[in-house]
């Protein structure tokens, strides 16, 4: 849609909150999302199921956020992003570790991603009639944020993080609520006022995980009930070293199966069906629906430590080794569970195969680690963390709306909140956070 300012009949769509219908629960809900991986989906997916059973004839639509500028900007970012992270993955993680510790880095990126997203979304919402939106995208909950204190916004937000940590892109203080897996997110948040918006919310996937125990898994998958069984994977394109750490797994003395999920990556898939392993050995699988059964019938899940692999693997729950996590996020969601003794980490290939041999050997670490999992999941469930959206309908009519002026001044708002001055950076490298 052309840029500009909205007409007058489409308004209503961006009423301040005091001056729109109060209601219980919301009838129609949209998700923002993004295609980098399919972490950010599978959450928006498992919030929509969980939406069904909390709000029964809810109308929910999900939709990518890098669309808003056309469905060939949304693939070429997508796609420059998964070169950077297997070509390039130190630029990512120098931009990644400079917002988390730099407010003006943080300050400048938040608003130029806002503004940027912000005036599409403006109009793609003004078609629309939602009583929430939820972001599962940080990018999403930039361009909400923009609406909010440029075009005073009144329809309820809420974002949900579906990872281990959360950077300051992900935080605003046009928000109303942030959903996070760990109480001491606002440190890393780094958002004024983020703490009072703040929830710790139950993992966002999708219902199978820990319902099955392992034998009736593997009776399901008609696998072998005895072997001790080690899950490889690198989410929807396979990244974090996959293939080293199957060869490794397979060329050791330890007595294993190895199923190695390759996600999209077909070239992934090949390279390891050309090792000649036997399936009692490797078992390779493509692009599964059923992860939740796989998980299930394993004994130890490896991975790069970041997005809702991890989470997944903790509501089943099995233990995670994370394995050459992924700059960034990866590192970073790595360490908050490390802190929590919710994984163990394997560096490097050697580290793995020593990992995996203790794991295979050692009934009571392993029963530890699934205790621990166990715990952190106890009590959180995702449509609890649904319901608790309806505090958003509970406003006072005449409350004050915060920060809308209705012009776009360019003034960098986080940046004013920070009292910071602007610095150059580039929003387009934190894509995948």
Known sequence: MKGGHLSKARTDAILPRAQRPQTRTPSKVLILSGEMGEGHNAAAAAITSAIADVWPGCAVDRFDTLELWGRPFARTLSWGYEVQMRLLPLTYEVFYDGICRSDRVAAISKWAIGRFFGKRLEHFLAARQDDLVISTYPFGSAALHWLRTKRGYGVPTATYIPAFHIHPVWAYSGIDQHYVMYDSAPVHARTKGFETTMRVGAPPVRDGFGTIEKEQARRQLGWDGERFMVLVTGGAWGLGGIAEAVRALIDSDTDMQVVAVCGKSERLAEELRALGAPEERLRVLGYVN????????????????????????????????????????????????????????????????????????????????????????????????????????????????????????????????????????????????
């Open 290 to 433: 059923n992860m939740h059964e796989i998980m299930a019938a394993v004994d130890v899940v490896v991975t790069n430590g970041a997005g809702v692999t991890v989470l997944e693997a903790l509501r089943t729950p099995r233990p995670v080794i994370a394995f050459r996590p992924l700059a960034g996020h990866g590192k970073a969601s790595t360490a908050e569970m490390l802190r929590r003794e919710l994984a163990v980490l394997a560096p490097e290939v050697p580290d793995l195969v020593n990992v995996v041999r203790e794991l295979a050997s050692d009934d009571v670490l392993m029963a530890r680690l699934e205790h621990a999992g166990r715990t952190w999941v106890q009590g959180r469930d995702l449509r609890e963390s649904v319901r608790e959206m309806e505090m958003l309908f509970d406003v006072d009519a005449g409350a004050d709306e915060d920060g809308a002026s209705g012009e776009d001044d360019g003034a960098p708002v986080d940046i004013l909140d920070y009292g910071v001055d602007a610095a150059a950076g580039d929003p387009a490298l934190a894509a995948g956070g």
